[in-house]
């Protein structure tokens, strides 16, 4: 079941962002230096090169690992930062959390390691809603769990727009970071969907 599980999201977190990298980097064009999509695209093949691997351990250890090759794989500012979330959440994995504690646990690691909150203008933007989102509506049917967490996403997303950057290359440009999409935090949401695409097909 589990092992199912850590190839379900390897596979559909990969596809979701090879489908985007483009516009990933469009977006990192503007603001950054264009090259997220490129190295998000990098780090989630290293994942998938080494999917069975990865699909032979628990929930906790695959968590750690997967992050280890992000750090590895992805670089950029990106790369330590969704490495601590992946590597936060197994930690809590580990411990014996459920899914929104890890989740908890992997959005504050990202905050530490970025010296970032809400409003930043980063990945954050939507990590932290959607963390937000899943600890009120756990209890929520399977549909509308995903429903809501994927609005979410997709709103936190979009409310970025309007942000004026305070952390990363983004911050270079103050003000003229306002009017864009932050890069981070549009692979952040295609994550979610990935995510609760994978969920919405088991169930
Ligand atoms: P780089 O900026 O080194 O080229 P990427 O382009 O891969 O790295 O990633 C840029 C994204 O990383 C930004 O859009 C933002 O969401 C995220 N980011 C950058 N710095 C921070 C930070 N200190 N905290 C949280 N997220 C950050
Ligand atoms: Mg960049």
Known sequence: MTTDLVRDLIERATGRIVEHAEELTALDRAIGDGDHGINMQRGFEALRD?????????????LQQAGMILVKTVGGASGPLYGSLLMGMGKAAKEGAGPAAQLAEGVAMVARRGKADRGCKTMLDVL??????????????????????????DAALEATRDMVATRGRASFLGERSRGHLDPGAASSRLLVHAVCDVLEKRS
């Open 50 to 62: 080494e999917v069975d691997r990865l699909a032979a351990l628990d929930l906790a250890a695959a």
């Open 128 to 153: 932290i809603p959607v963390q937000e989102c899943l600890s009120e509506a756990a209890d929520a049917p399977l549909p509308e769990l995903l429903r809501r967490l994927r609005e979410t996403a």
